[in-house]
């Protein structure tokens, strides 16, 4: 009894220094000590250099969903709703939740293992030495390059899987071309996008709070750092499949 105790007054205080560490960094935020050239190099190797990979996926997740759909829906002689199925689904919560995941294992494991490996050489400790504060220096311009980045890693990931899955419907299920678009841009409206897209910055901030945290934690050297990196991206993963839930359920209670 005693040892689950621990662990839950651990986990307690756990929660709550890495609130004091979110807050830390909401401070320098209203403050307005945010380093931008930091920021504009954070953007390039977060966004810019996860642009193939995003698209990648997103193409085959697209292309997929309308192979599987087209199986199920042409048995009940409707595969021109193929478009709208993949559209939907792409939008309201595929691109949202997969381009979060694809963002998490290379994006926030290496702020993880960046920041870790800082930790362990000590180059933490330096930068307070020097009179700068690391999370200011450090931290900030990732958190806020991850806020700006991601939204637009989802609406490339929402267009190109569509894309994929038009490529499946007209040239694999014998659709016509002006039939998909027609079906897709009828099927998509404004709340279908903004429920899907206002759910990004949620995951942006949880995983970039959660892989800068656990990199301000790491210890125990080079082992550590792999460690730490692991469970960053463990953790983020849970956190976005599990907050998706609650803000999907928001969302379709007062948007539908």
Request: glycine share 10%.
């Amino acid at each position: 009894m005693s040892f689950i105790f621990n662990h839950f007054i651990k986990f307690i205080a756990g929660v709550g220094e890495a609130l004091f560490f979110l807050l830390d960094v909401v401070k320098y935020i209203i403050l307005g000590r945010i380093r931008w050239s930091e920021v504009l190099k954070q953007i390039f190797e977060q966004g810019i250099q996860s642009v193939v990979i995003i698209c990648l996926t997103s193409m085959a997740s697209g292309a997929v969903l309308a192979l599987q759909s087209y199986v199920m829906l042409n048995r009940f002689g409707s595969k021109e709703l193929v478009a709208q199925l993949v559209a939907l689904s792409l939008v309201r919560e595929l691109s949202p939740v997969f381009s979060s995941f694809v963002f998490t294992g290379k994006v926030g494991a290496r702020i993880t293992a960046e920041l870790g490996t800082m930790k362990v050489n000590d180059q933490l400790t330096a930068t307070r030495a020097m009179g700068v504060d690391p999370v200011e220096f450090l931290v900030v311009p990732r958190m806020v390059a991850c806020f700006l980045v991601l939204p637009g890693l989802v609406v490339l990931s929402e267009v190109v899987g569509i894309w994929g899955g038009y490529m499946v419907g007209v040239y694999s299920a014998g659709i016509s071309s002006s039939t998909y678009i027609h079906q897709t841009l009828s099927a998509v409206g404004m709340v279908d996008f903004f429920s899907g897209f206002t759910k990004t910055f949620l995951f942006a901030l949880l995983i970039s709070w959660v892989a800068c945290y656990q990199g301000f934690k790491t210890s125990g050297g080079s082992l550590g750092v792999g460690q730490y990196t692991t469970k960053a991206v463990a953790l983020s993963y849970i956190l976005v499949v599990v907050s998706n839930v609650f803000v999907t359920k928001i969302i379709l209670v007062f948007w539908g």
